[in-house]
């Protein structure tokens, strides 16, 4: 049993069970009672490789943005301002964006707005600073009350502002280099050390740390060092307004002009080899070397675009598809806006997430939420947000037989989808953004009252 928590009351894997009327003993808690101690007033958010206006499964642009997004406009509706300072990717940008009442995106410019790699954008964060500090320098003393920096380049400015503003620094990792280079897929780059090592320093800089997953947080404290009291535990969210069972498969599929009779195994995100959707295509081409009817009734889209170590070869997966025999299958489609990707999820029989490294997978939420079930590798917060047997299927391992199989199992039994949907459906209202953004405040309410505490000693 993990030592984590999600937020006060429990863990929500946790109430989970409970719901389902199995025995889950509640993790102890690690945050101090907050209720008698301050709320952050205003949160400067750190996002400095990819904004929160981007559209997400594109470049680097993915799970990160949402969360930013969605809990950045739940904090706001529960009186915590929020500004997320981001890179400027285009030029004459307007410095300041109000993306909802109570949060403003501050554009910085940090290097040339075209063409800069994420792996060249530690040589921008003295840049990125100076932007940061010199926003801040325009308000009164105290106007930020807490930092929130969201992956290592942003906690390395998290860390200087944080100090300079004489505040805490709450950090959110969403991935680590020691946890993907300890999973590569075949082929790809591991992280370099300079990431390594500076994810170090902000672990041991920050005062809490937010894991998506009690897995999350066990490896920060194995991997990274870092203080068990510091860390807790937060699942992010799905925004349970858009991500619907709406009106249906049949309706969705007739919007986006798919077979209504087709067994449909969708991926969908960033095209990298993390995320692997090489095996979904040679899981296909199992099924259909074992059973050549099956051409008939299949139909693989690919909604995404290429990301990471992917944009070496944009056209690579449609080349495997080729050397596979199935390019008459698989269907690729540019990225698409979230209230289309609901859609997209609807109309699929089974979302298929054969990633290599996930912290949380939030997609795997989303499709659950329209009633869709998930076959997805049993990796990081994977297990976490797919019920094992309830509202999808976790498969050990990579190998593309083993995806067969179970995906064969939508194929025979043509009730598998609705009813493993429903229970999806259900599933994911445990997750809902309020409930991370209650969380997530309660944190922000720890770090300011352990770091308060440690000024006073500091000077008594």
């Known amino acids: 049993m993990s030592q984590y928590v999600s937020r006060l009351g429990g863990s929500i894997s946790g109430r989970i069970a409970a719901a389902r009327g199995t025995r889950h003993d509640p993790p102890r808690l690690r945050l101090p009672a907050v209720g008698h101690h301050r709320k952050p007033r205003r949160v400067a958010m750190l996002s400095v490789h990819t904004s929160p206006l981007h559209q997400p ?18 904090l706001a509706a529960i009186n915590i ?31 040339p707005y075209e063409g800069l790699a994420k792996e060249e954008l530690p040589a921008q964060l003295c840049a990125f600073t100076h932007g940061v500090m010199q926003a801040w320098a325009g308000h009164r003393p105290g106007y930020y009350d807490l930092v929130h920096s969201h992956y290592w380049l942003s906690g390395h400015v998290g860390w200087l502002a944080a100090e300079r503003w004489g505040v805490p620094l709450v950090h959110a990792m969403h991935t680590m280099a020691k946890v993907k280079n300890a999973a590569l897929a075949e082929g ?3 992280e370099p050390a300079a990431r390594v090592i500076g994810e170090t320093q902000i672990v041991s800089a920050a005062d809490r740390l937010i894991a998506n997953t009690a897995e999350e947080a066990d490896e920060l404290v194995r991997h990274y060092e870092a203080d068990p009291g510091k860390v ?18 049949a309706a969705a599929r007739a919007r986006l002009g798919l077979p209504q009779d087709a ?22 081409a199992e099924l259909v070397d074992r059973d050549p009817s099956l051409r008939t009734r299949l139909f693989v889209p690919v909604v995404g675009g290429p990301s990471g170590s992917g944009l070496a070869k944009p056209e690579g997966l449609q080349k495997l598809a080729a050397k596979l025999g199935i390019a008459d299958l698989v269907h690729f489609h540019p990225p698409v806006r979230q209230d289309q990707l609901a859609d997209w999820f609807r109309a699929a029989s089974v979302l298929v997430m054969p990633s290599y490294s996930e912290s949380f997978g939030l997609v795997a939420i989303e499709a659950q939420a329209t009633g869709t079930p998930v076959l997805a590798a049993s990796v990081g917060g994977l297990p976490v947000a797919v019920d094992d047997g309830v509202t999808g299927i976790l498969v050990p391992g990579h190998d593309p037989v083993d995806y067969a199989r179970e995906l064969r199992r939508f194929v025979d039994e043509p009730g598998l989808t609705d009813r493993m949907g429903a229970e999806a459906a259900r599933h994911a209202q445990f997750f809902g953004w309020d409930t991370a953004a209650s969380g997530t405040a309660d944190v922000y309410t ?15």
Do not use: C, W
């Open 446 to 460: 720890a770090a300011m009252h352990d770091h308060r505490r440690r000024v006073r000693s500091h000077h008594g």
């Open 263 to 284: 067994v449909i195994p969708l991926f969908a995100g960033r095209i990298q080899p993390l995320k692997a959707p090489d095996i979904l295509l040679r899981a296909v």
């Open 188 to 190: 790809d780059a591991p």
């Open 232 to 249: 807790a535990v937060v699942h992010p969210g799905v925004n349970l307004d858009r991500f619907t069972t709406g009106d249906g498969r």
């Open 81 to 111: 301002e929020v500004e997320v300072f981001t890179r400027a990717t285009t030029g004459g940008l307007p410095p300041v964006v109000e993306l909802a009442p109570g949060v403003l995106v501050r554009h910085v410019d940090a290097g």
């Open 57 to 74: 499964g594109t470049g680097d642009a993915g799970g990160m943005n949402v969360y930013i997004v969605e809990l950045a406009k739940r």
